[in-house]
């Protein structure tokens, strides 16, 4: 019912920046909150970013904090995550989700998602 598609993944140097987008087909895209995970390695996948249907409020993790923003565009069904000041440690896959119901920060929440992208930051 819902496809997602991100972007926007690659490779760059620690203190960096990367714009990730999704792309979001399916279900009405402005009725949801939505949400980026990450996944590193051997750990397990976290949220990292969330953003309300209406974009007015937002969630973070605290070592994203003041170094990545979420935001969507509704009209284009869009969801973004500027992520500045990148180190080693935000080397993961990262996913976009959308949420069916429940609290916008519980990963549980969250009933869609994509295939992911890869980012990689050296040191």
């Known amino acids: 019912q819902v496809q997602l598609v991100e972007s926007g993944g690659g490779l760059v140097q620690a203190g960096g920046s990367l714009r990730l987008s999704c792309a979001a087909s399916?279900?009405?895209?402005?009725?949801?909150?939505m949400g980026w995970f990450r996944q590193a390695p051997g750990k397990e996948r976290e949220l990292v970013a969330a953003?309300?249907?209406?974009?007015?409020?937002?969630y973070y993790a605290d070592s994203v904090k003041g170094r990545f923003t979420i935001s969507r565009v509704n009209a284009k069904n869009t969801v973004y995550l500027q992520m500045n000041s990148l180190k080693p440690e935000d080397t993961a896959v990262y996913y976009c989700?959308?949420?069916?119901?429940?609290?916008?920060?519980?990963?549980?929440?969250?009933?869609?998602w994509g295939q992911g992208t890869q980012v990689t930051v050296s040191s």
């Open positions: 399916g279900r009405t895209f402005s009725s949801y909150a």
């Open positions: 953003i309300s249907w209406s974009g007015l409020s937002t």
């Open positions: 989700a959308s949420q069916g119901s429940g609290p916008y920060n519980v990963r549980a929440s969250y009933d869609y």
